[in-house]
């Protein structure tokens, strides 16, 4: 029986801690979508799935914008966010359908926009379309004109064999979701993705989303797979990716840059290099053009717990410093995995990751920590008020834990979206909105 959503977002917002996190001020959660809880086993696209999942969240079109997925409908949905949460009139209040492709699973969606066009809004994502090869996938791109109210016939960027969206770590464990959307200084589309044979591609696009160039072969072989790749444009015109390497126990972080707005590569350097495994690389540029990188690191290697790293480079993929950790040992034994990182556009950042309680396979809270000095010192980590899955549940996303779940604007405000589903119940995707007025209180240093 499907839920009330009323009342589960009753329920919700009722659960939500009052006290501050990170010194921030947060307001109450509001739910964006309610479905059930079912997850039948694998059978390609005659999968019987019915709920909701892939949350992502971006400052885009000139406001606050958000996409998920609906499994029952296989499809990628989108919403723009207006005061108090509540969804914005310019899509009459209900969710734009942007893959229309009910015959194939679309999953891990991610929005990008640029300032310089406000009503321009990029959703990438993953579409579960098998072509012969040993794995299903390709990746889609869909652009609005007019800040989400309608969006363009998604193209297929990759067109290929290799099972595009898959981030490998071994031959029988990959995560869905490896690929990542971003907007250059001058306005062009720049969209990566990795594939389960190993290959990390990126396509450009110079006219809006209308068009892009054949996909570029970055790194990555069958031998050392490229996964989870993130990208970040400076505003000097310089491009980064990042991406880890899976079938290797001491995994490390890889950072290339571009000095042509993507069409080419300098040679990758490794950053957090050790005997740990590092995954799942995110990169951001702050105002002032100094690059920033987070990443989960195990040190007993990829089973056991993790922790995140941060460093910093004011000189591009080239001038990064040692690696520090700004998780803490505040976990109980549990892991700090799958981190997301946002900037304000000045020197403002904040880091969000998945808590992953000691012996569980599925993560069950958020945490955060800010810096409003461009990395040089952290708050103290804190819990992010409302993100906890209720008793018997976990969060999302259950194709694959690469999403982006975190925003950061210039005012200052953090909007972060989180999923979770509990077996054979219910399903339900929930936004969380704060302030980093007075965000250093505690802070950790380095």
């Known amino acids: 029986m499907r839920p009330k959503v009323g009342i589960v977002f009753a329920i919700l917002a009722s659960a939500m801690p009052a006290a501050p996190a990170a010194g921030m001020a947060w307001e109450p959660a509001t739910g964006i979508a309610a479905g059930r809880g079912e997850k039948g086993p694998w059978q390609q696209n005659d999968s019987r799935y019915d709920y909701v999942d892939d949350a992502t969240v971006a400052f885009a079109g000139g406001g606050l914008a958000v996409a998920w997925v609906d499994q029952k409908r296989k499809d990628v949905l989108f919403q723009r966010i207006g005061p108090g949460g509540r969804p914005d009139g310019n899509t009459r209040g209900k969710p734009v359908n942007v893959s229309r492709s009910p015959a194939t699973f679309s999953w891990q969606p991610r929005i990008a926009g640029t300032a310089t066009r406000p009503g321009r809004i990029y959703l990438l994502w993953q579409e579960i379309i098998f072509s012969g090869g040993s794995h299903g996938g390709d990746i889609l791109f869909a652009a609005s004109g007019d800040g989400g109210a309608r969006f363009s016939a998604p193209i297929n960027l990759s067109r290929s064999r290799g099972g595009d969206g ?34 990390l591609w990126l396509a450009r696009s110079q006219d809006g989303g209308a068009s892009f160039t054949a996909p570029l072969r970055v790194a990555g072989d069958d031998a050392r797979p490229a996964r989870a790749p993130s990208l970040a444009a400076g505003p000097d015109g310089k491009v980064y990716l990042a991406w880890t390497v899976g079938e290797d126990p001491k995994a490390d972080i890889h950072v290339a840059q571009s000095d042509d707005g993507g069409a080419s590569f300098g040679p990758a350097r490794r950053i957090g ?44 993929a080239a001038g990064f410093g040692p690696a520090r950790t700004i998780s803490a040992s505040m976990h109980g034994g549990a892991g700090a995995a799958y981190p997301a990182l946002a900037t304000d556009g000045r020197k403002g950042l904040a880091v969000i990751w998945e808590v992953l309680p000691a012996g569980a396979a599925r993560p069950r809270a958020l945490h955060i920590v800010t810096s409003s000095d461009g990395g040089e010192s952290f708050s103290a980590p804190a819990p992010v008020p409302g993100s906890a899955a209720e008793p018997g549940a976990s969060n999302g996303s259950h194709q694959g834990l690469l999403g982006k779940k975190l925003a950061l604007d210039a005012a200052g405000r953090v909007a972060i979206v989180n999923s979770s589903m509990l077996p054979g119940e219910r399903s339900r995707i929930w936004l969380i909105r704060g302030l980093t007025g007075g965000l250093m209180q505690g802070r950790m240093q380095p």
């Not at 005997?275 to 195990?298: I, K």
């Open 166 to 199: 898959k981030g490998r770590l071994t031959g029988e464990i990959w995560s869905n979701g490896s690929h990542d959307l971003a907007v250059a200084a001058d306005g062009s589309v720049l969209a990566a993705w990795t594939e389960y044979h190993g290959a």
């Open 273 to 316: 290099a050790g005997p740990g495994h590092a995954d799942a690389p995110r990169l951001a540029v702050d105002g002032e053009g100094v690059l920033h990188l987070v990443f989960a690191e195990a040190p007993a290697g990829q089973d056991g717990p993790s922790r995140i790293r941060y460093a910093r480079s004011p000189g591009g």
